[in-house]
């Protein structure tokens, strides 16, 4: 188990790296560059601080909790359910949010800013509606 927690606890502290970055080197990185290690450490973060806090999760659960939990990941349905919907919501995600996104890190424009958050948002809605939608139908 402890094995596991490597590389989210690496990839934490290299998102923390990169905040630190953009923090000491502001003035000296180029227009794109302070967006993007923010971006990026930000993503490191979210990704790896997740991947840590969910099997602390599951430790502090009741024992019944945890198998209703894991019996809930494994069963033929949800696996199903939630692969429609993740293909039918894809080029939600690739279109209409990482190209705001990259732009926004990039040019570092408040509109491309004010964008991307509610790209977000949309994205969400559009495969929570798809969960929906393939469970009614599976």
Sequence with gaps: MKKNLIVPAAAVVLGLVLF???FVMD???PAGGVGLC???GGA???LGGGSLFLP??????????RREVERAER????IAIRTHAAYDSWYWTLWLLWVPFVIALVLGELVWMVITPVVLVLH???YMFHLY????KL
């Excluded at 602390?56 to 909790?65: F, G, N, Q, R």
């Excluded at 069963?75 to 949800?78: C, G, I």
Aim: hydrophobic residues 50%; aromatic residues 6%; negative net charge.
């Design 20 to 22: 630190g970055i953009v």
């Design 27 to 29: 003035e000296q990185l």
């Design 38 to 40: 923010a971006g990026l």
């Design 44 to 46: 490191l973060i979210g």
């Design 56 to 65: 602390l999760a599951m430790a502090a659960m009741k024992p019944e909790d």
């Design 75 to 78: 069963d033929e349905r949800s």
């Design 124 to 126: 969400c809605a559009f």
């Design 133 to 136: 939608r393939w469970s009614k």
